[in-house]
């Protein structure tokens, strides 16, 4: 298997980030999916979980906790989940809180599995050659070689797959606004959510067990008073 210059250089830039740039995520993740079109499949399984850190914001948790699906096209994961859980700290001052999502990924999800790349002895020989002659991006290739885990999946966000949240604010008001519940009851619905119903002194994560059990009780909740919301308008009218 040859590992072209155009792949490596891809590779590398994807590695290397894009500053949290949507644009140049974009733009990167059409590259990158037309330069795995040629690899052995070996480059694209995945059979185990894989783990996602991400960041939630207002505006977006509807979609990922009530619909259960955001899609966000490539976007990179990794096989160890305490990586995750340590990507990026505990907090973003524009976050309401962070979450780590389980995802078993399908076979038509699997991008790249770019520890697989390093256990190929074709690729460390064409990987090493690109770097020997100072090629683009091969600082970003050696920068982290296999040690994150990472694979790039095109996978939705599923809030039934978050397996662990922390936060220091509320983040269903969002969802409090959709189901009319008034600011006076949203304290109770996050004492449930984050860590059994007490705020944690200091950041930390829920457990999974913990973490899907509220969640699951607060969409029953959100559904139960966006019904009463409709019948009560039906009756009004």
């Not at 990987?127 to 996978?155: C, H, P």
């Not at 705020?199 to 909740?221: A, D, H």
Request: net charge negative.
């Amino acid at each position: 298997m040859d590992f072209d210059d155009e792949f490596l250089s891809i590779l590398g830039a994807w590695q290397r980030g894009w500053n949290e740039d949507e644009g140049t995520r974009l733009k990167l993740a059409e590259k990158l999916m037309r330069s795995v079109e040629g690899l052995p499949d070996e480059f694209k399984q995945v059979n185990e979980p894989c783990y996602r850190k991400r960041f939630l914001h207002y505006g977006e948790l509807f979609e990922i906790i009530m619909v259960d699906e955001k899609d966000e096209g490539l976007t990179s994961w990794t096989l160890f989940q305490k990586y995750a859980e340590n990507f990026k700290g505990l907090h973003k001052p524009d976050a309401v809180s962070a979450a780590i999502f389980e995802h078993a990924p399908k076979p038509d999800e699997v991008i790249l599995n770019i520890c697989a790349l390093w256990e190929s002895e074709s690729f460390l020989s064409a990987a090493k050659k690109y770097q020997d002659n100072g090629r683009e991006n091969a600082d970003a290739i050696f920068q982290f070689k296999a040690s994150q885990g990472e694979v790039i999946l095109n996978s939705p966000l599923k809030g039934s797959e978050i397996v662990a949240l922390t936060g220091a604010s509320s983040p269903f008001d969002e969802l409090c606004d959709k189901a009319n519940i008034p600011e006076s009851e949203r304290d109770g619905y996050f004492k449930q959510l984050i860590d059994s119903g007490q705020y944690p002194e200091t950041l930390k994560y829920t457990s999974k067990e913990g973490t899907q059990r509220v969640i699951q009780n607060t969409i029953k909740i959100m559904e139960d008073k966006i019904e009463a919301a409709r019948e009560n308008r039906t009756h009004g009218t």
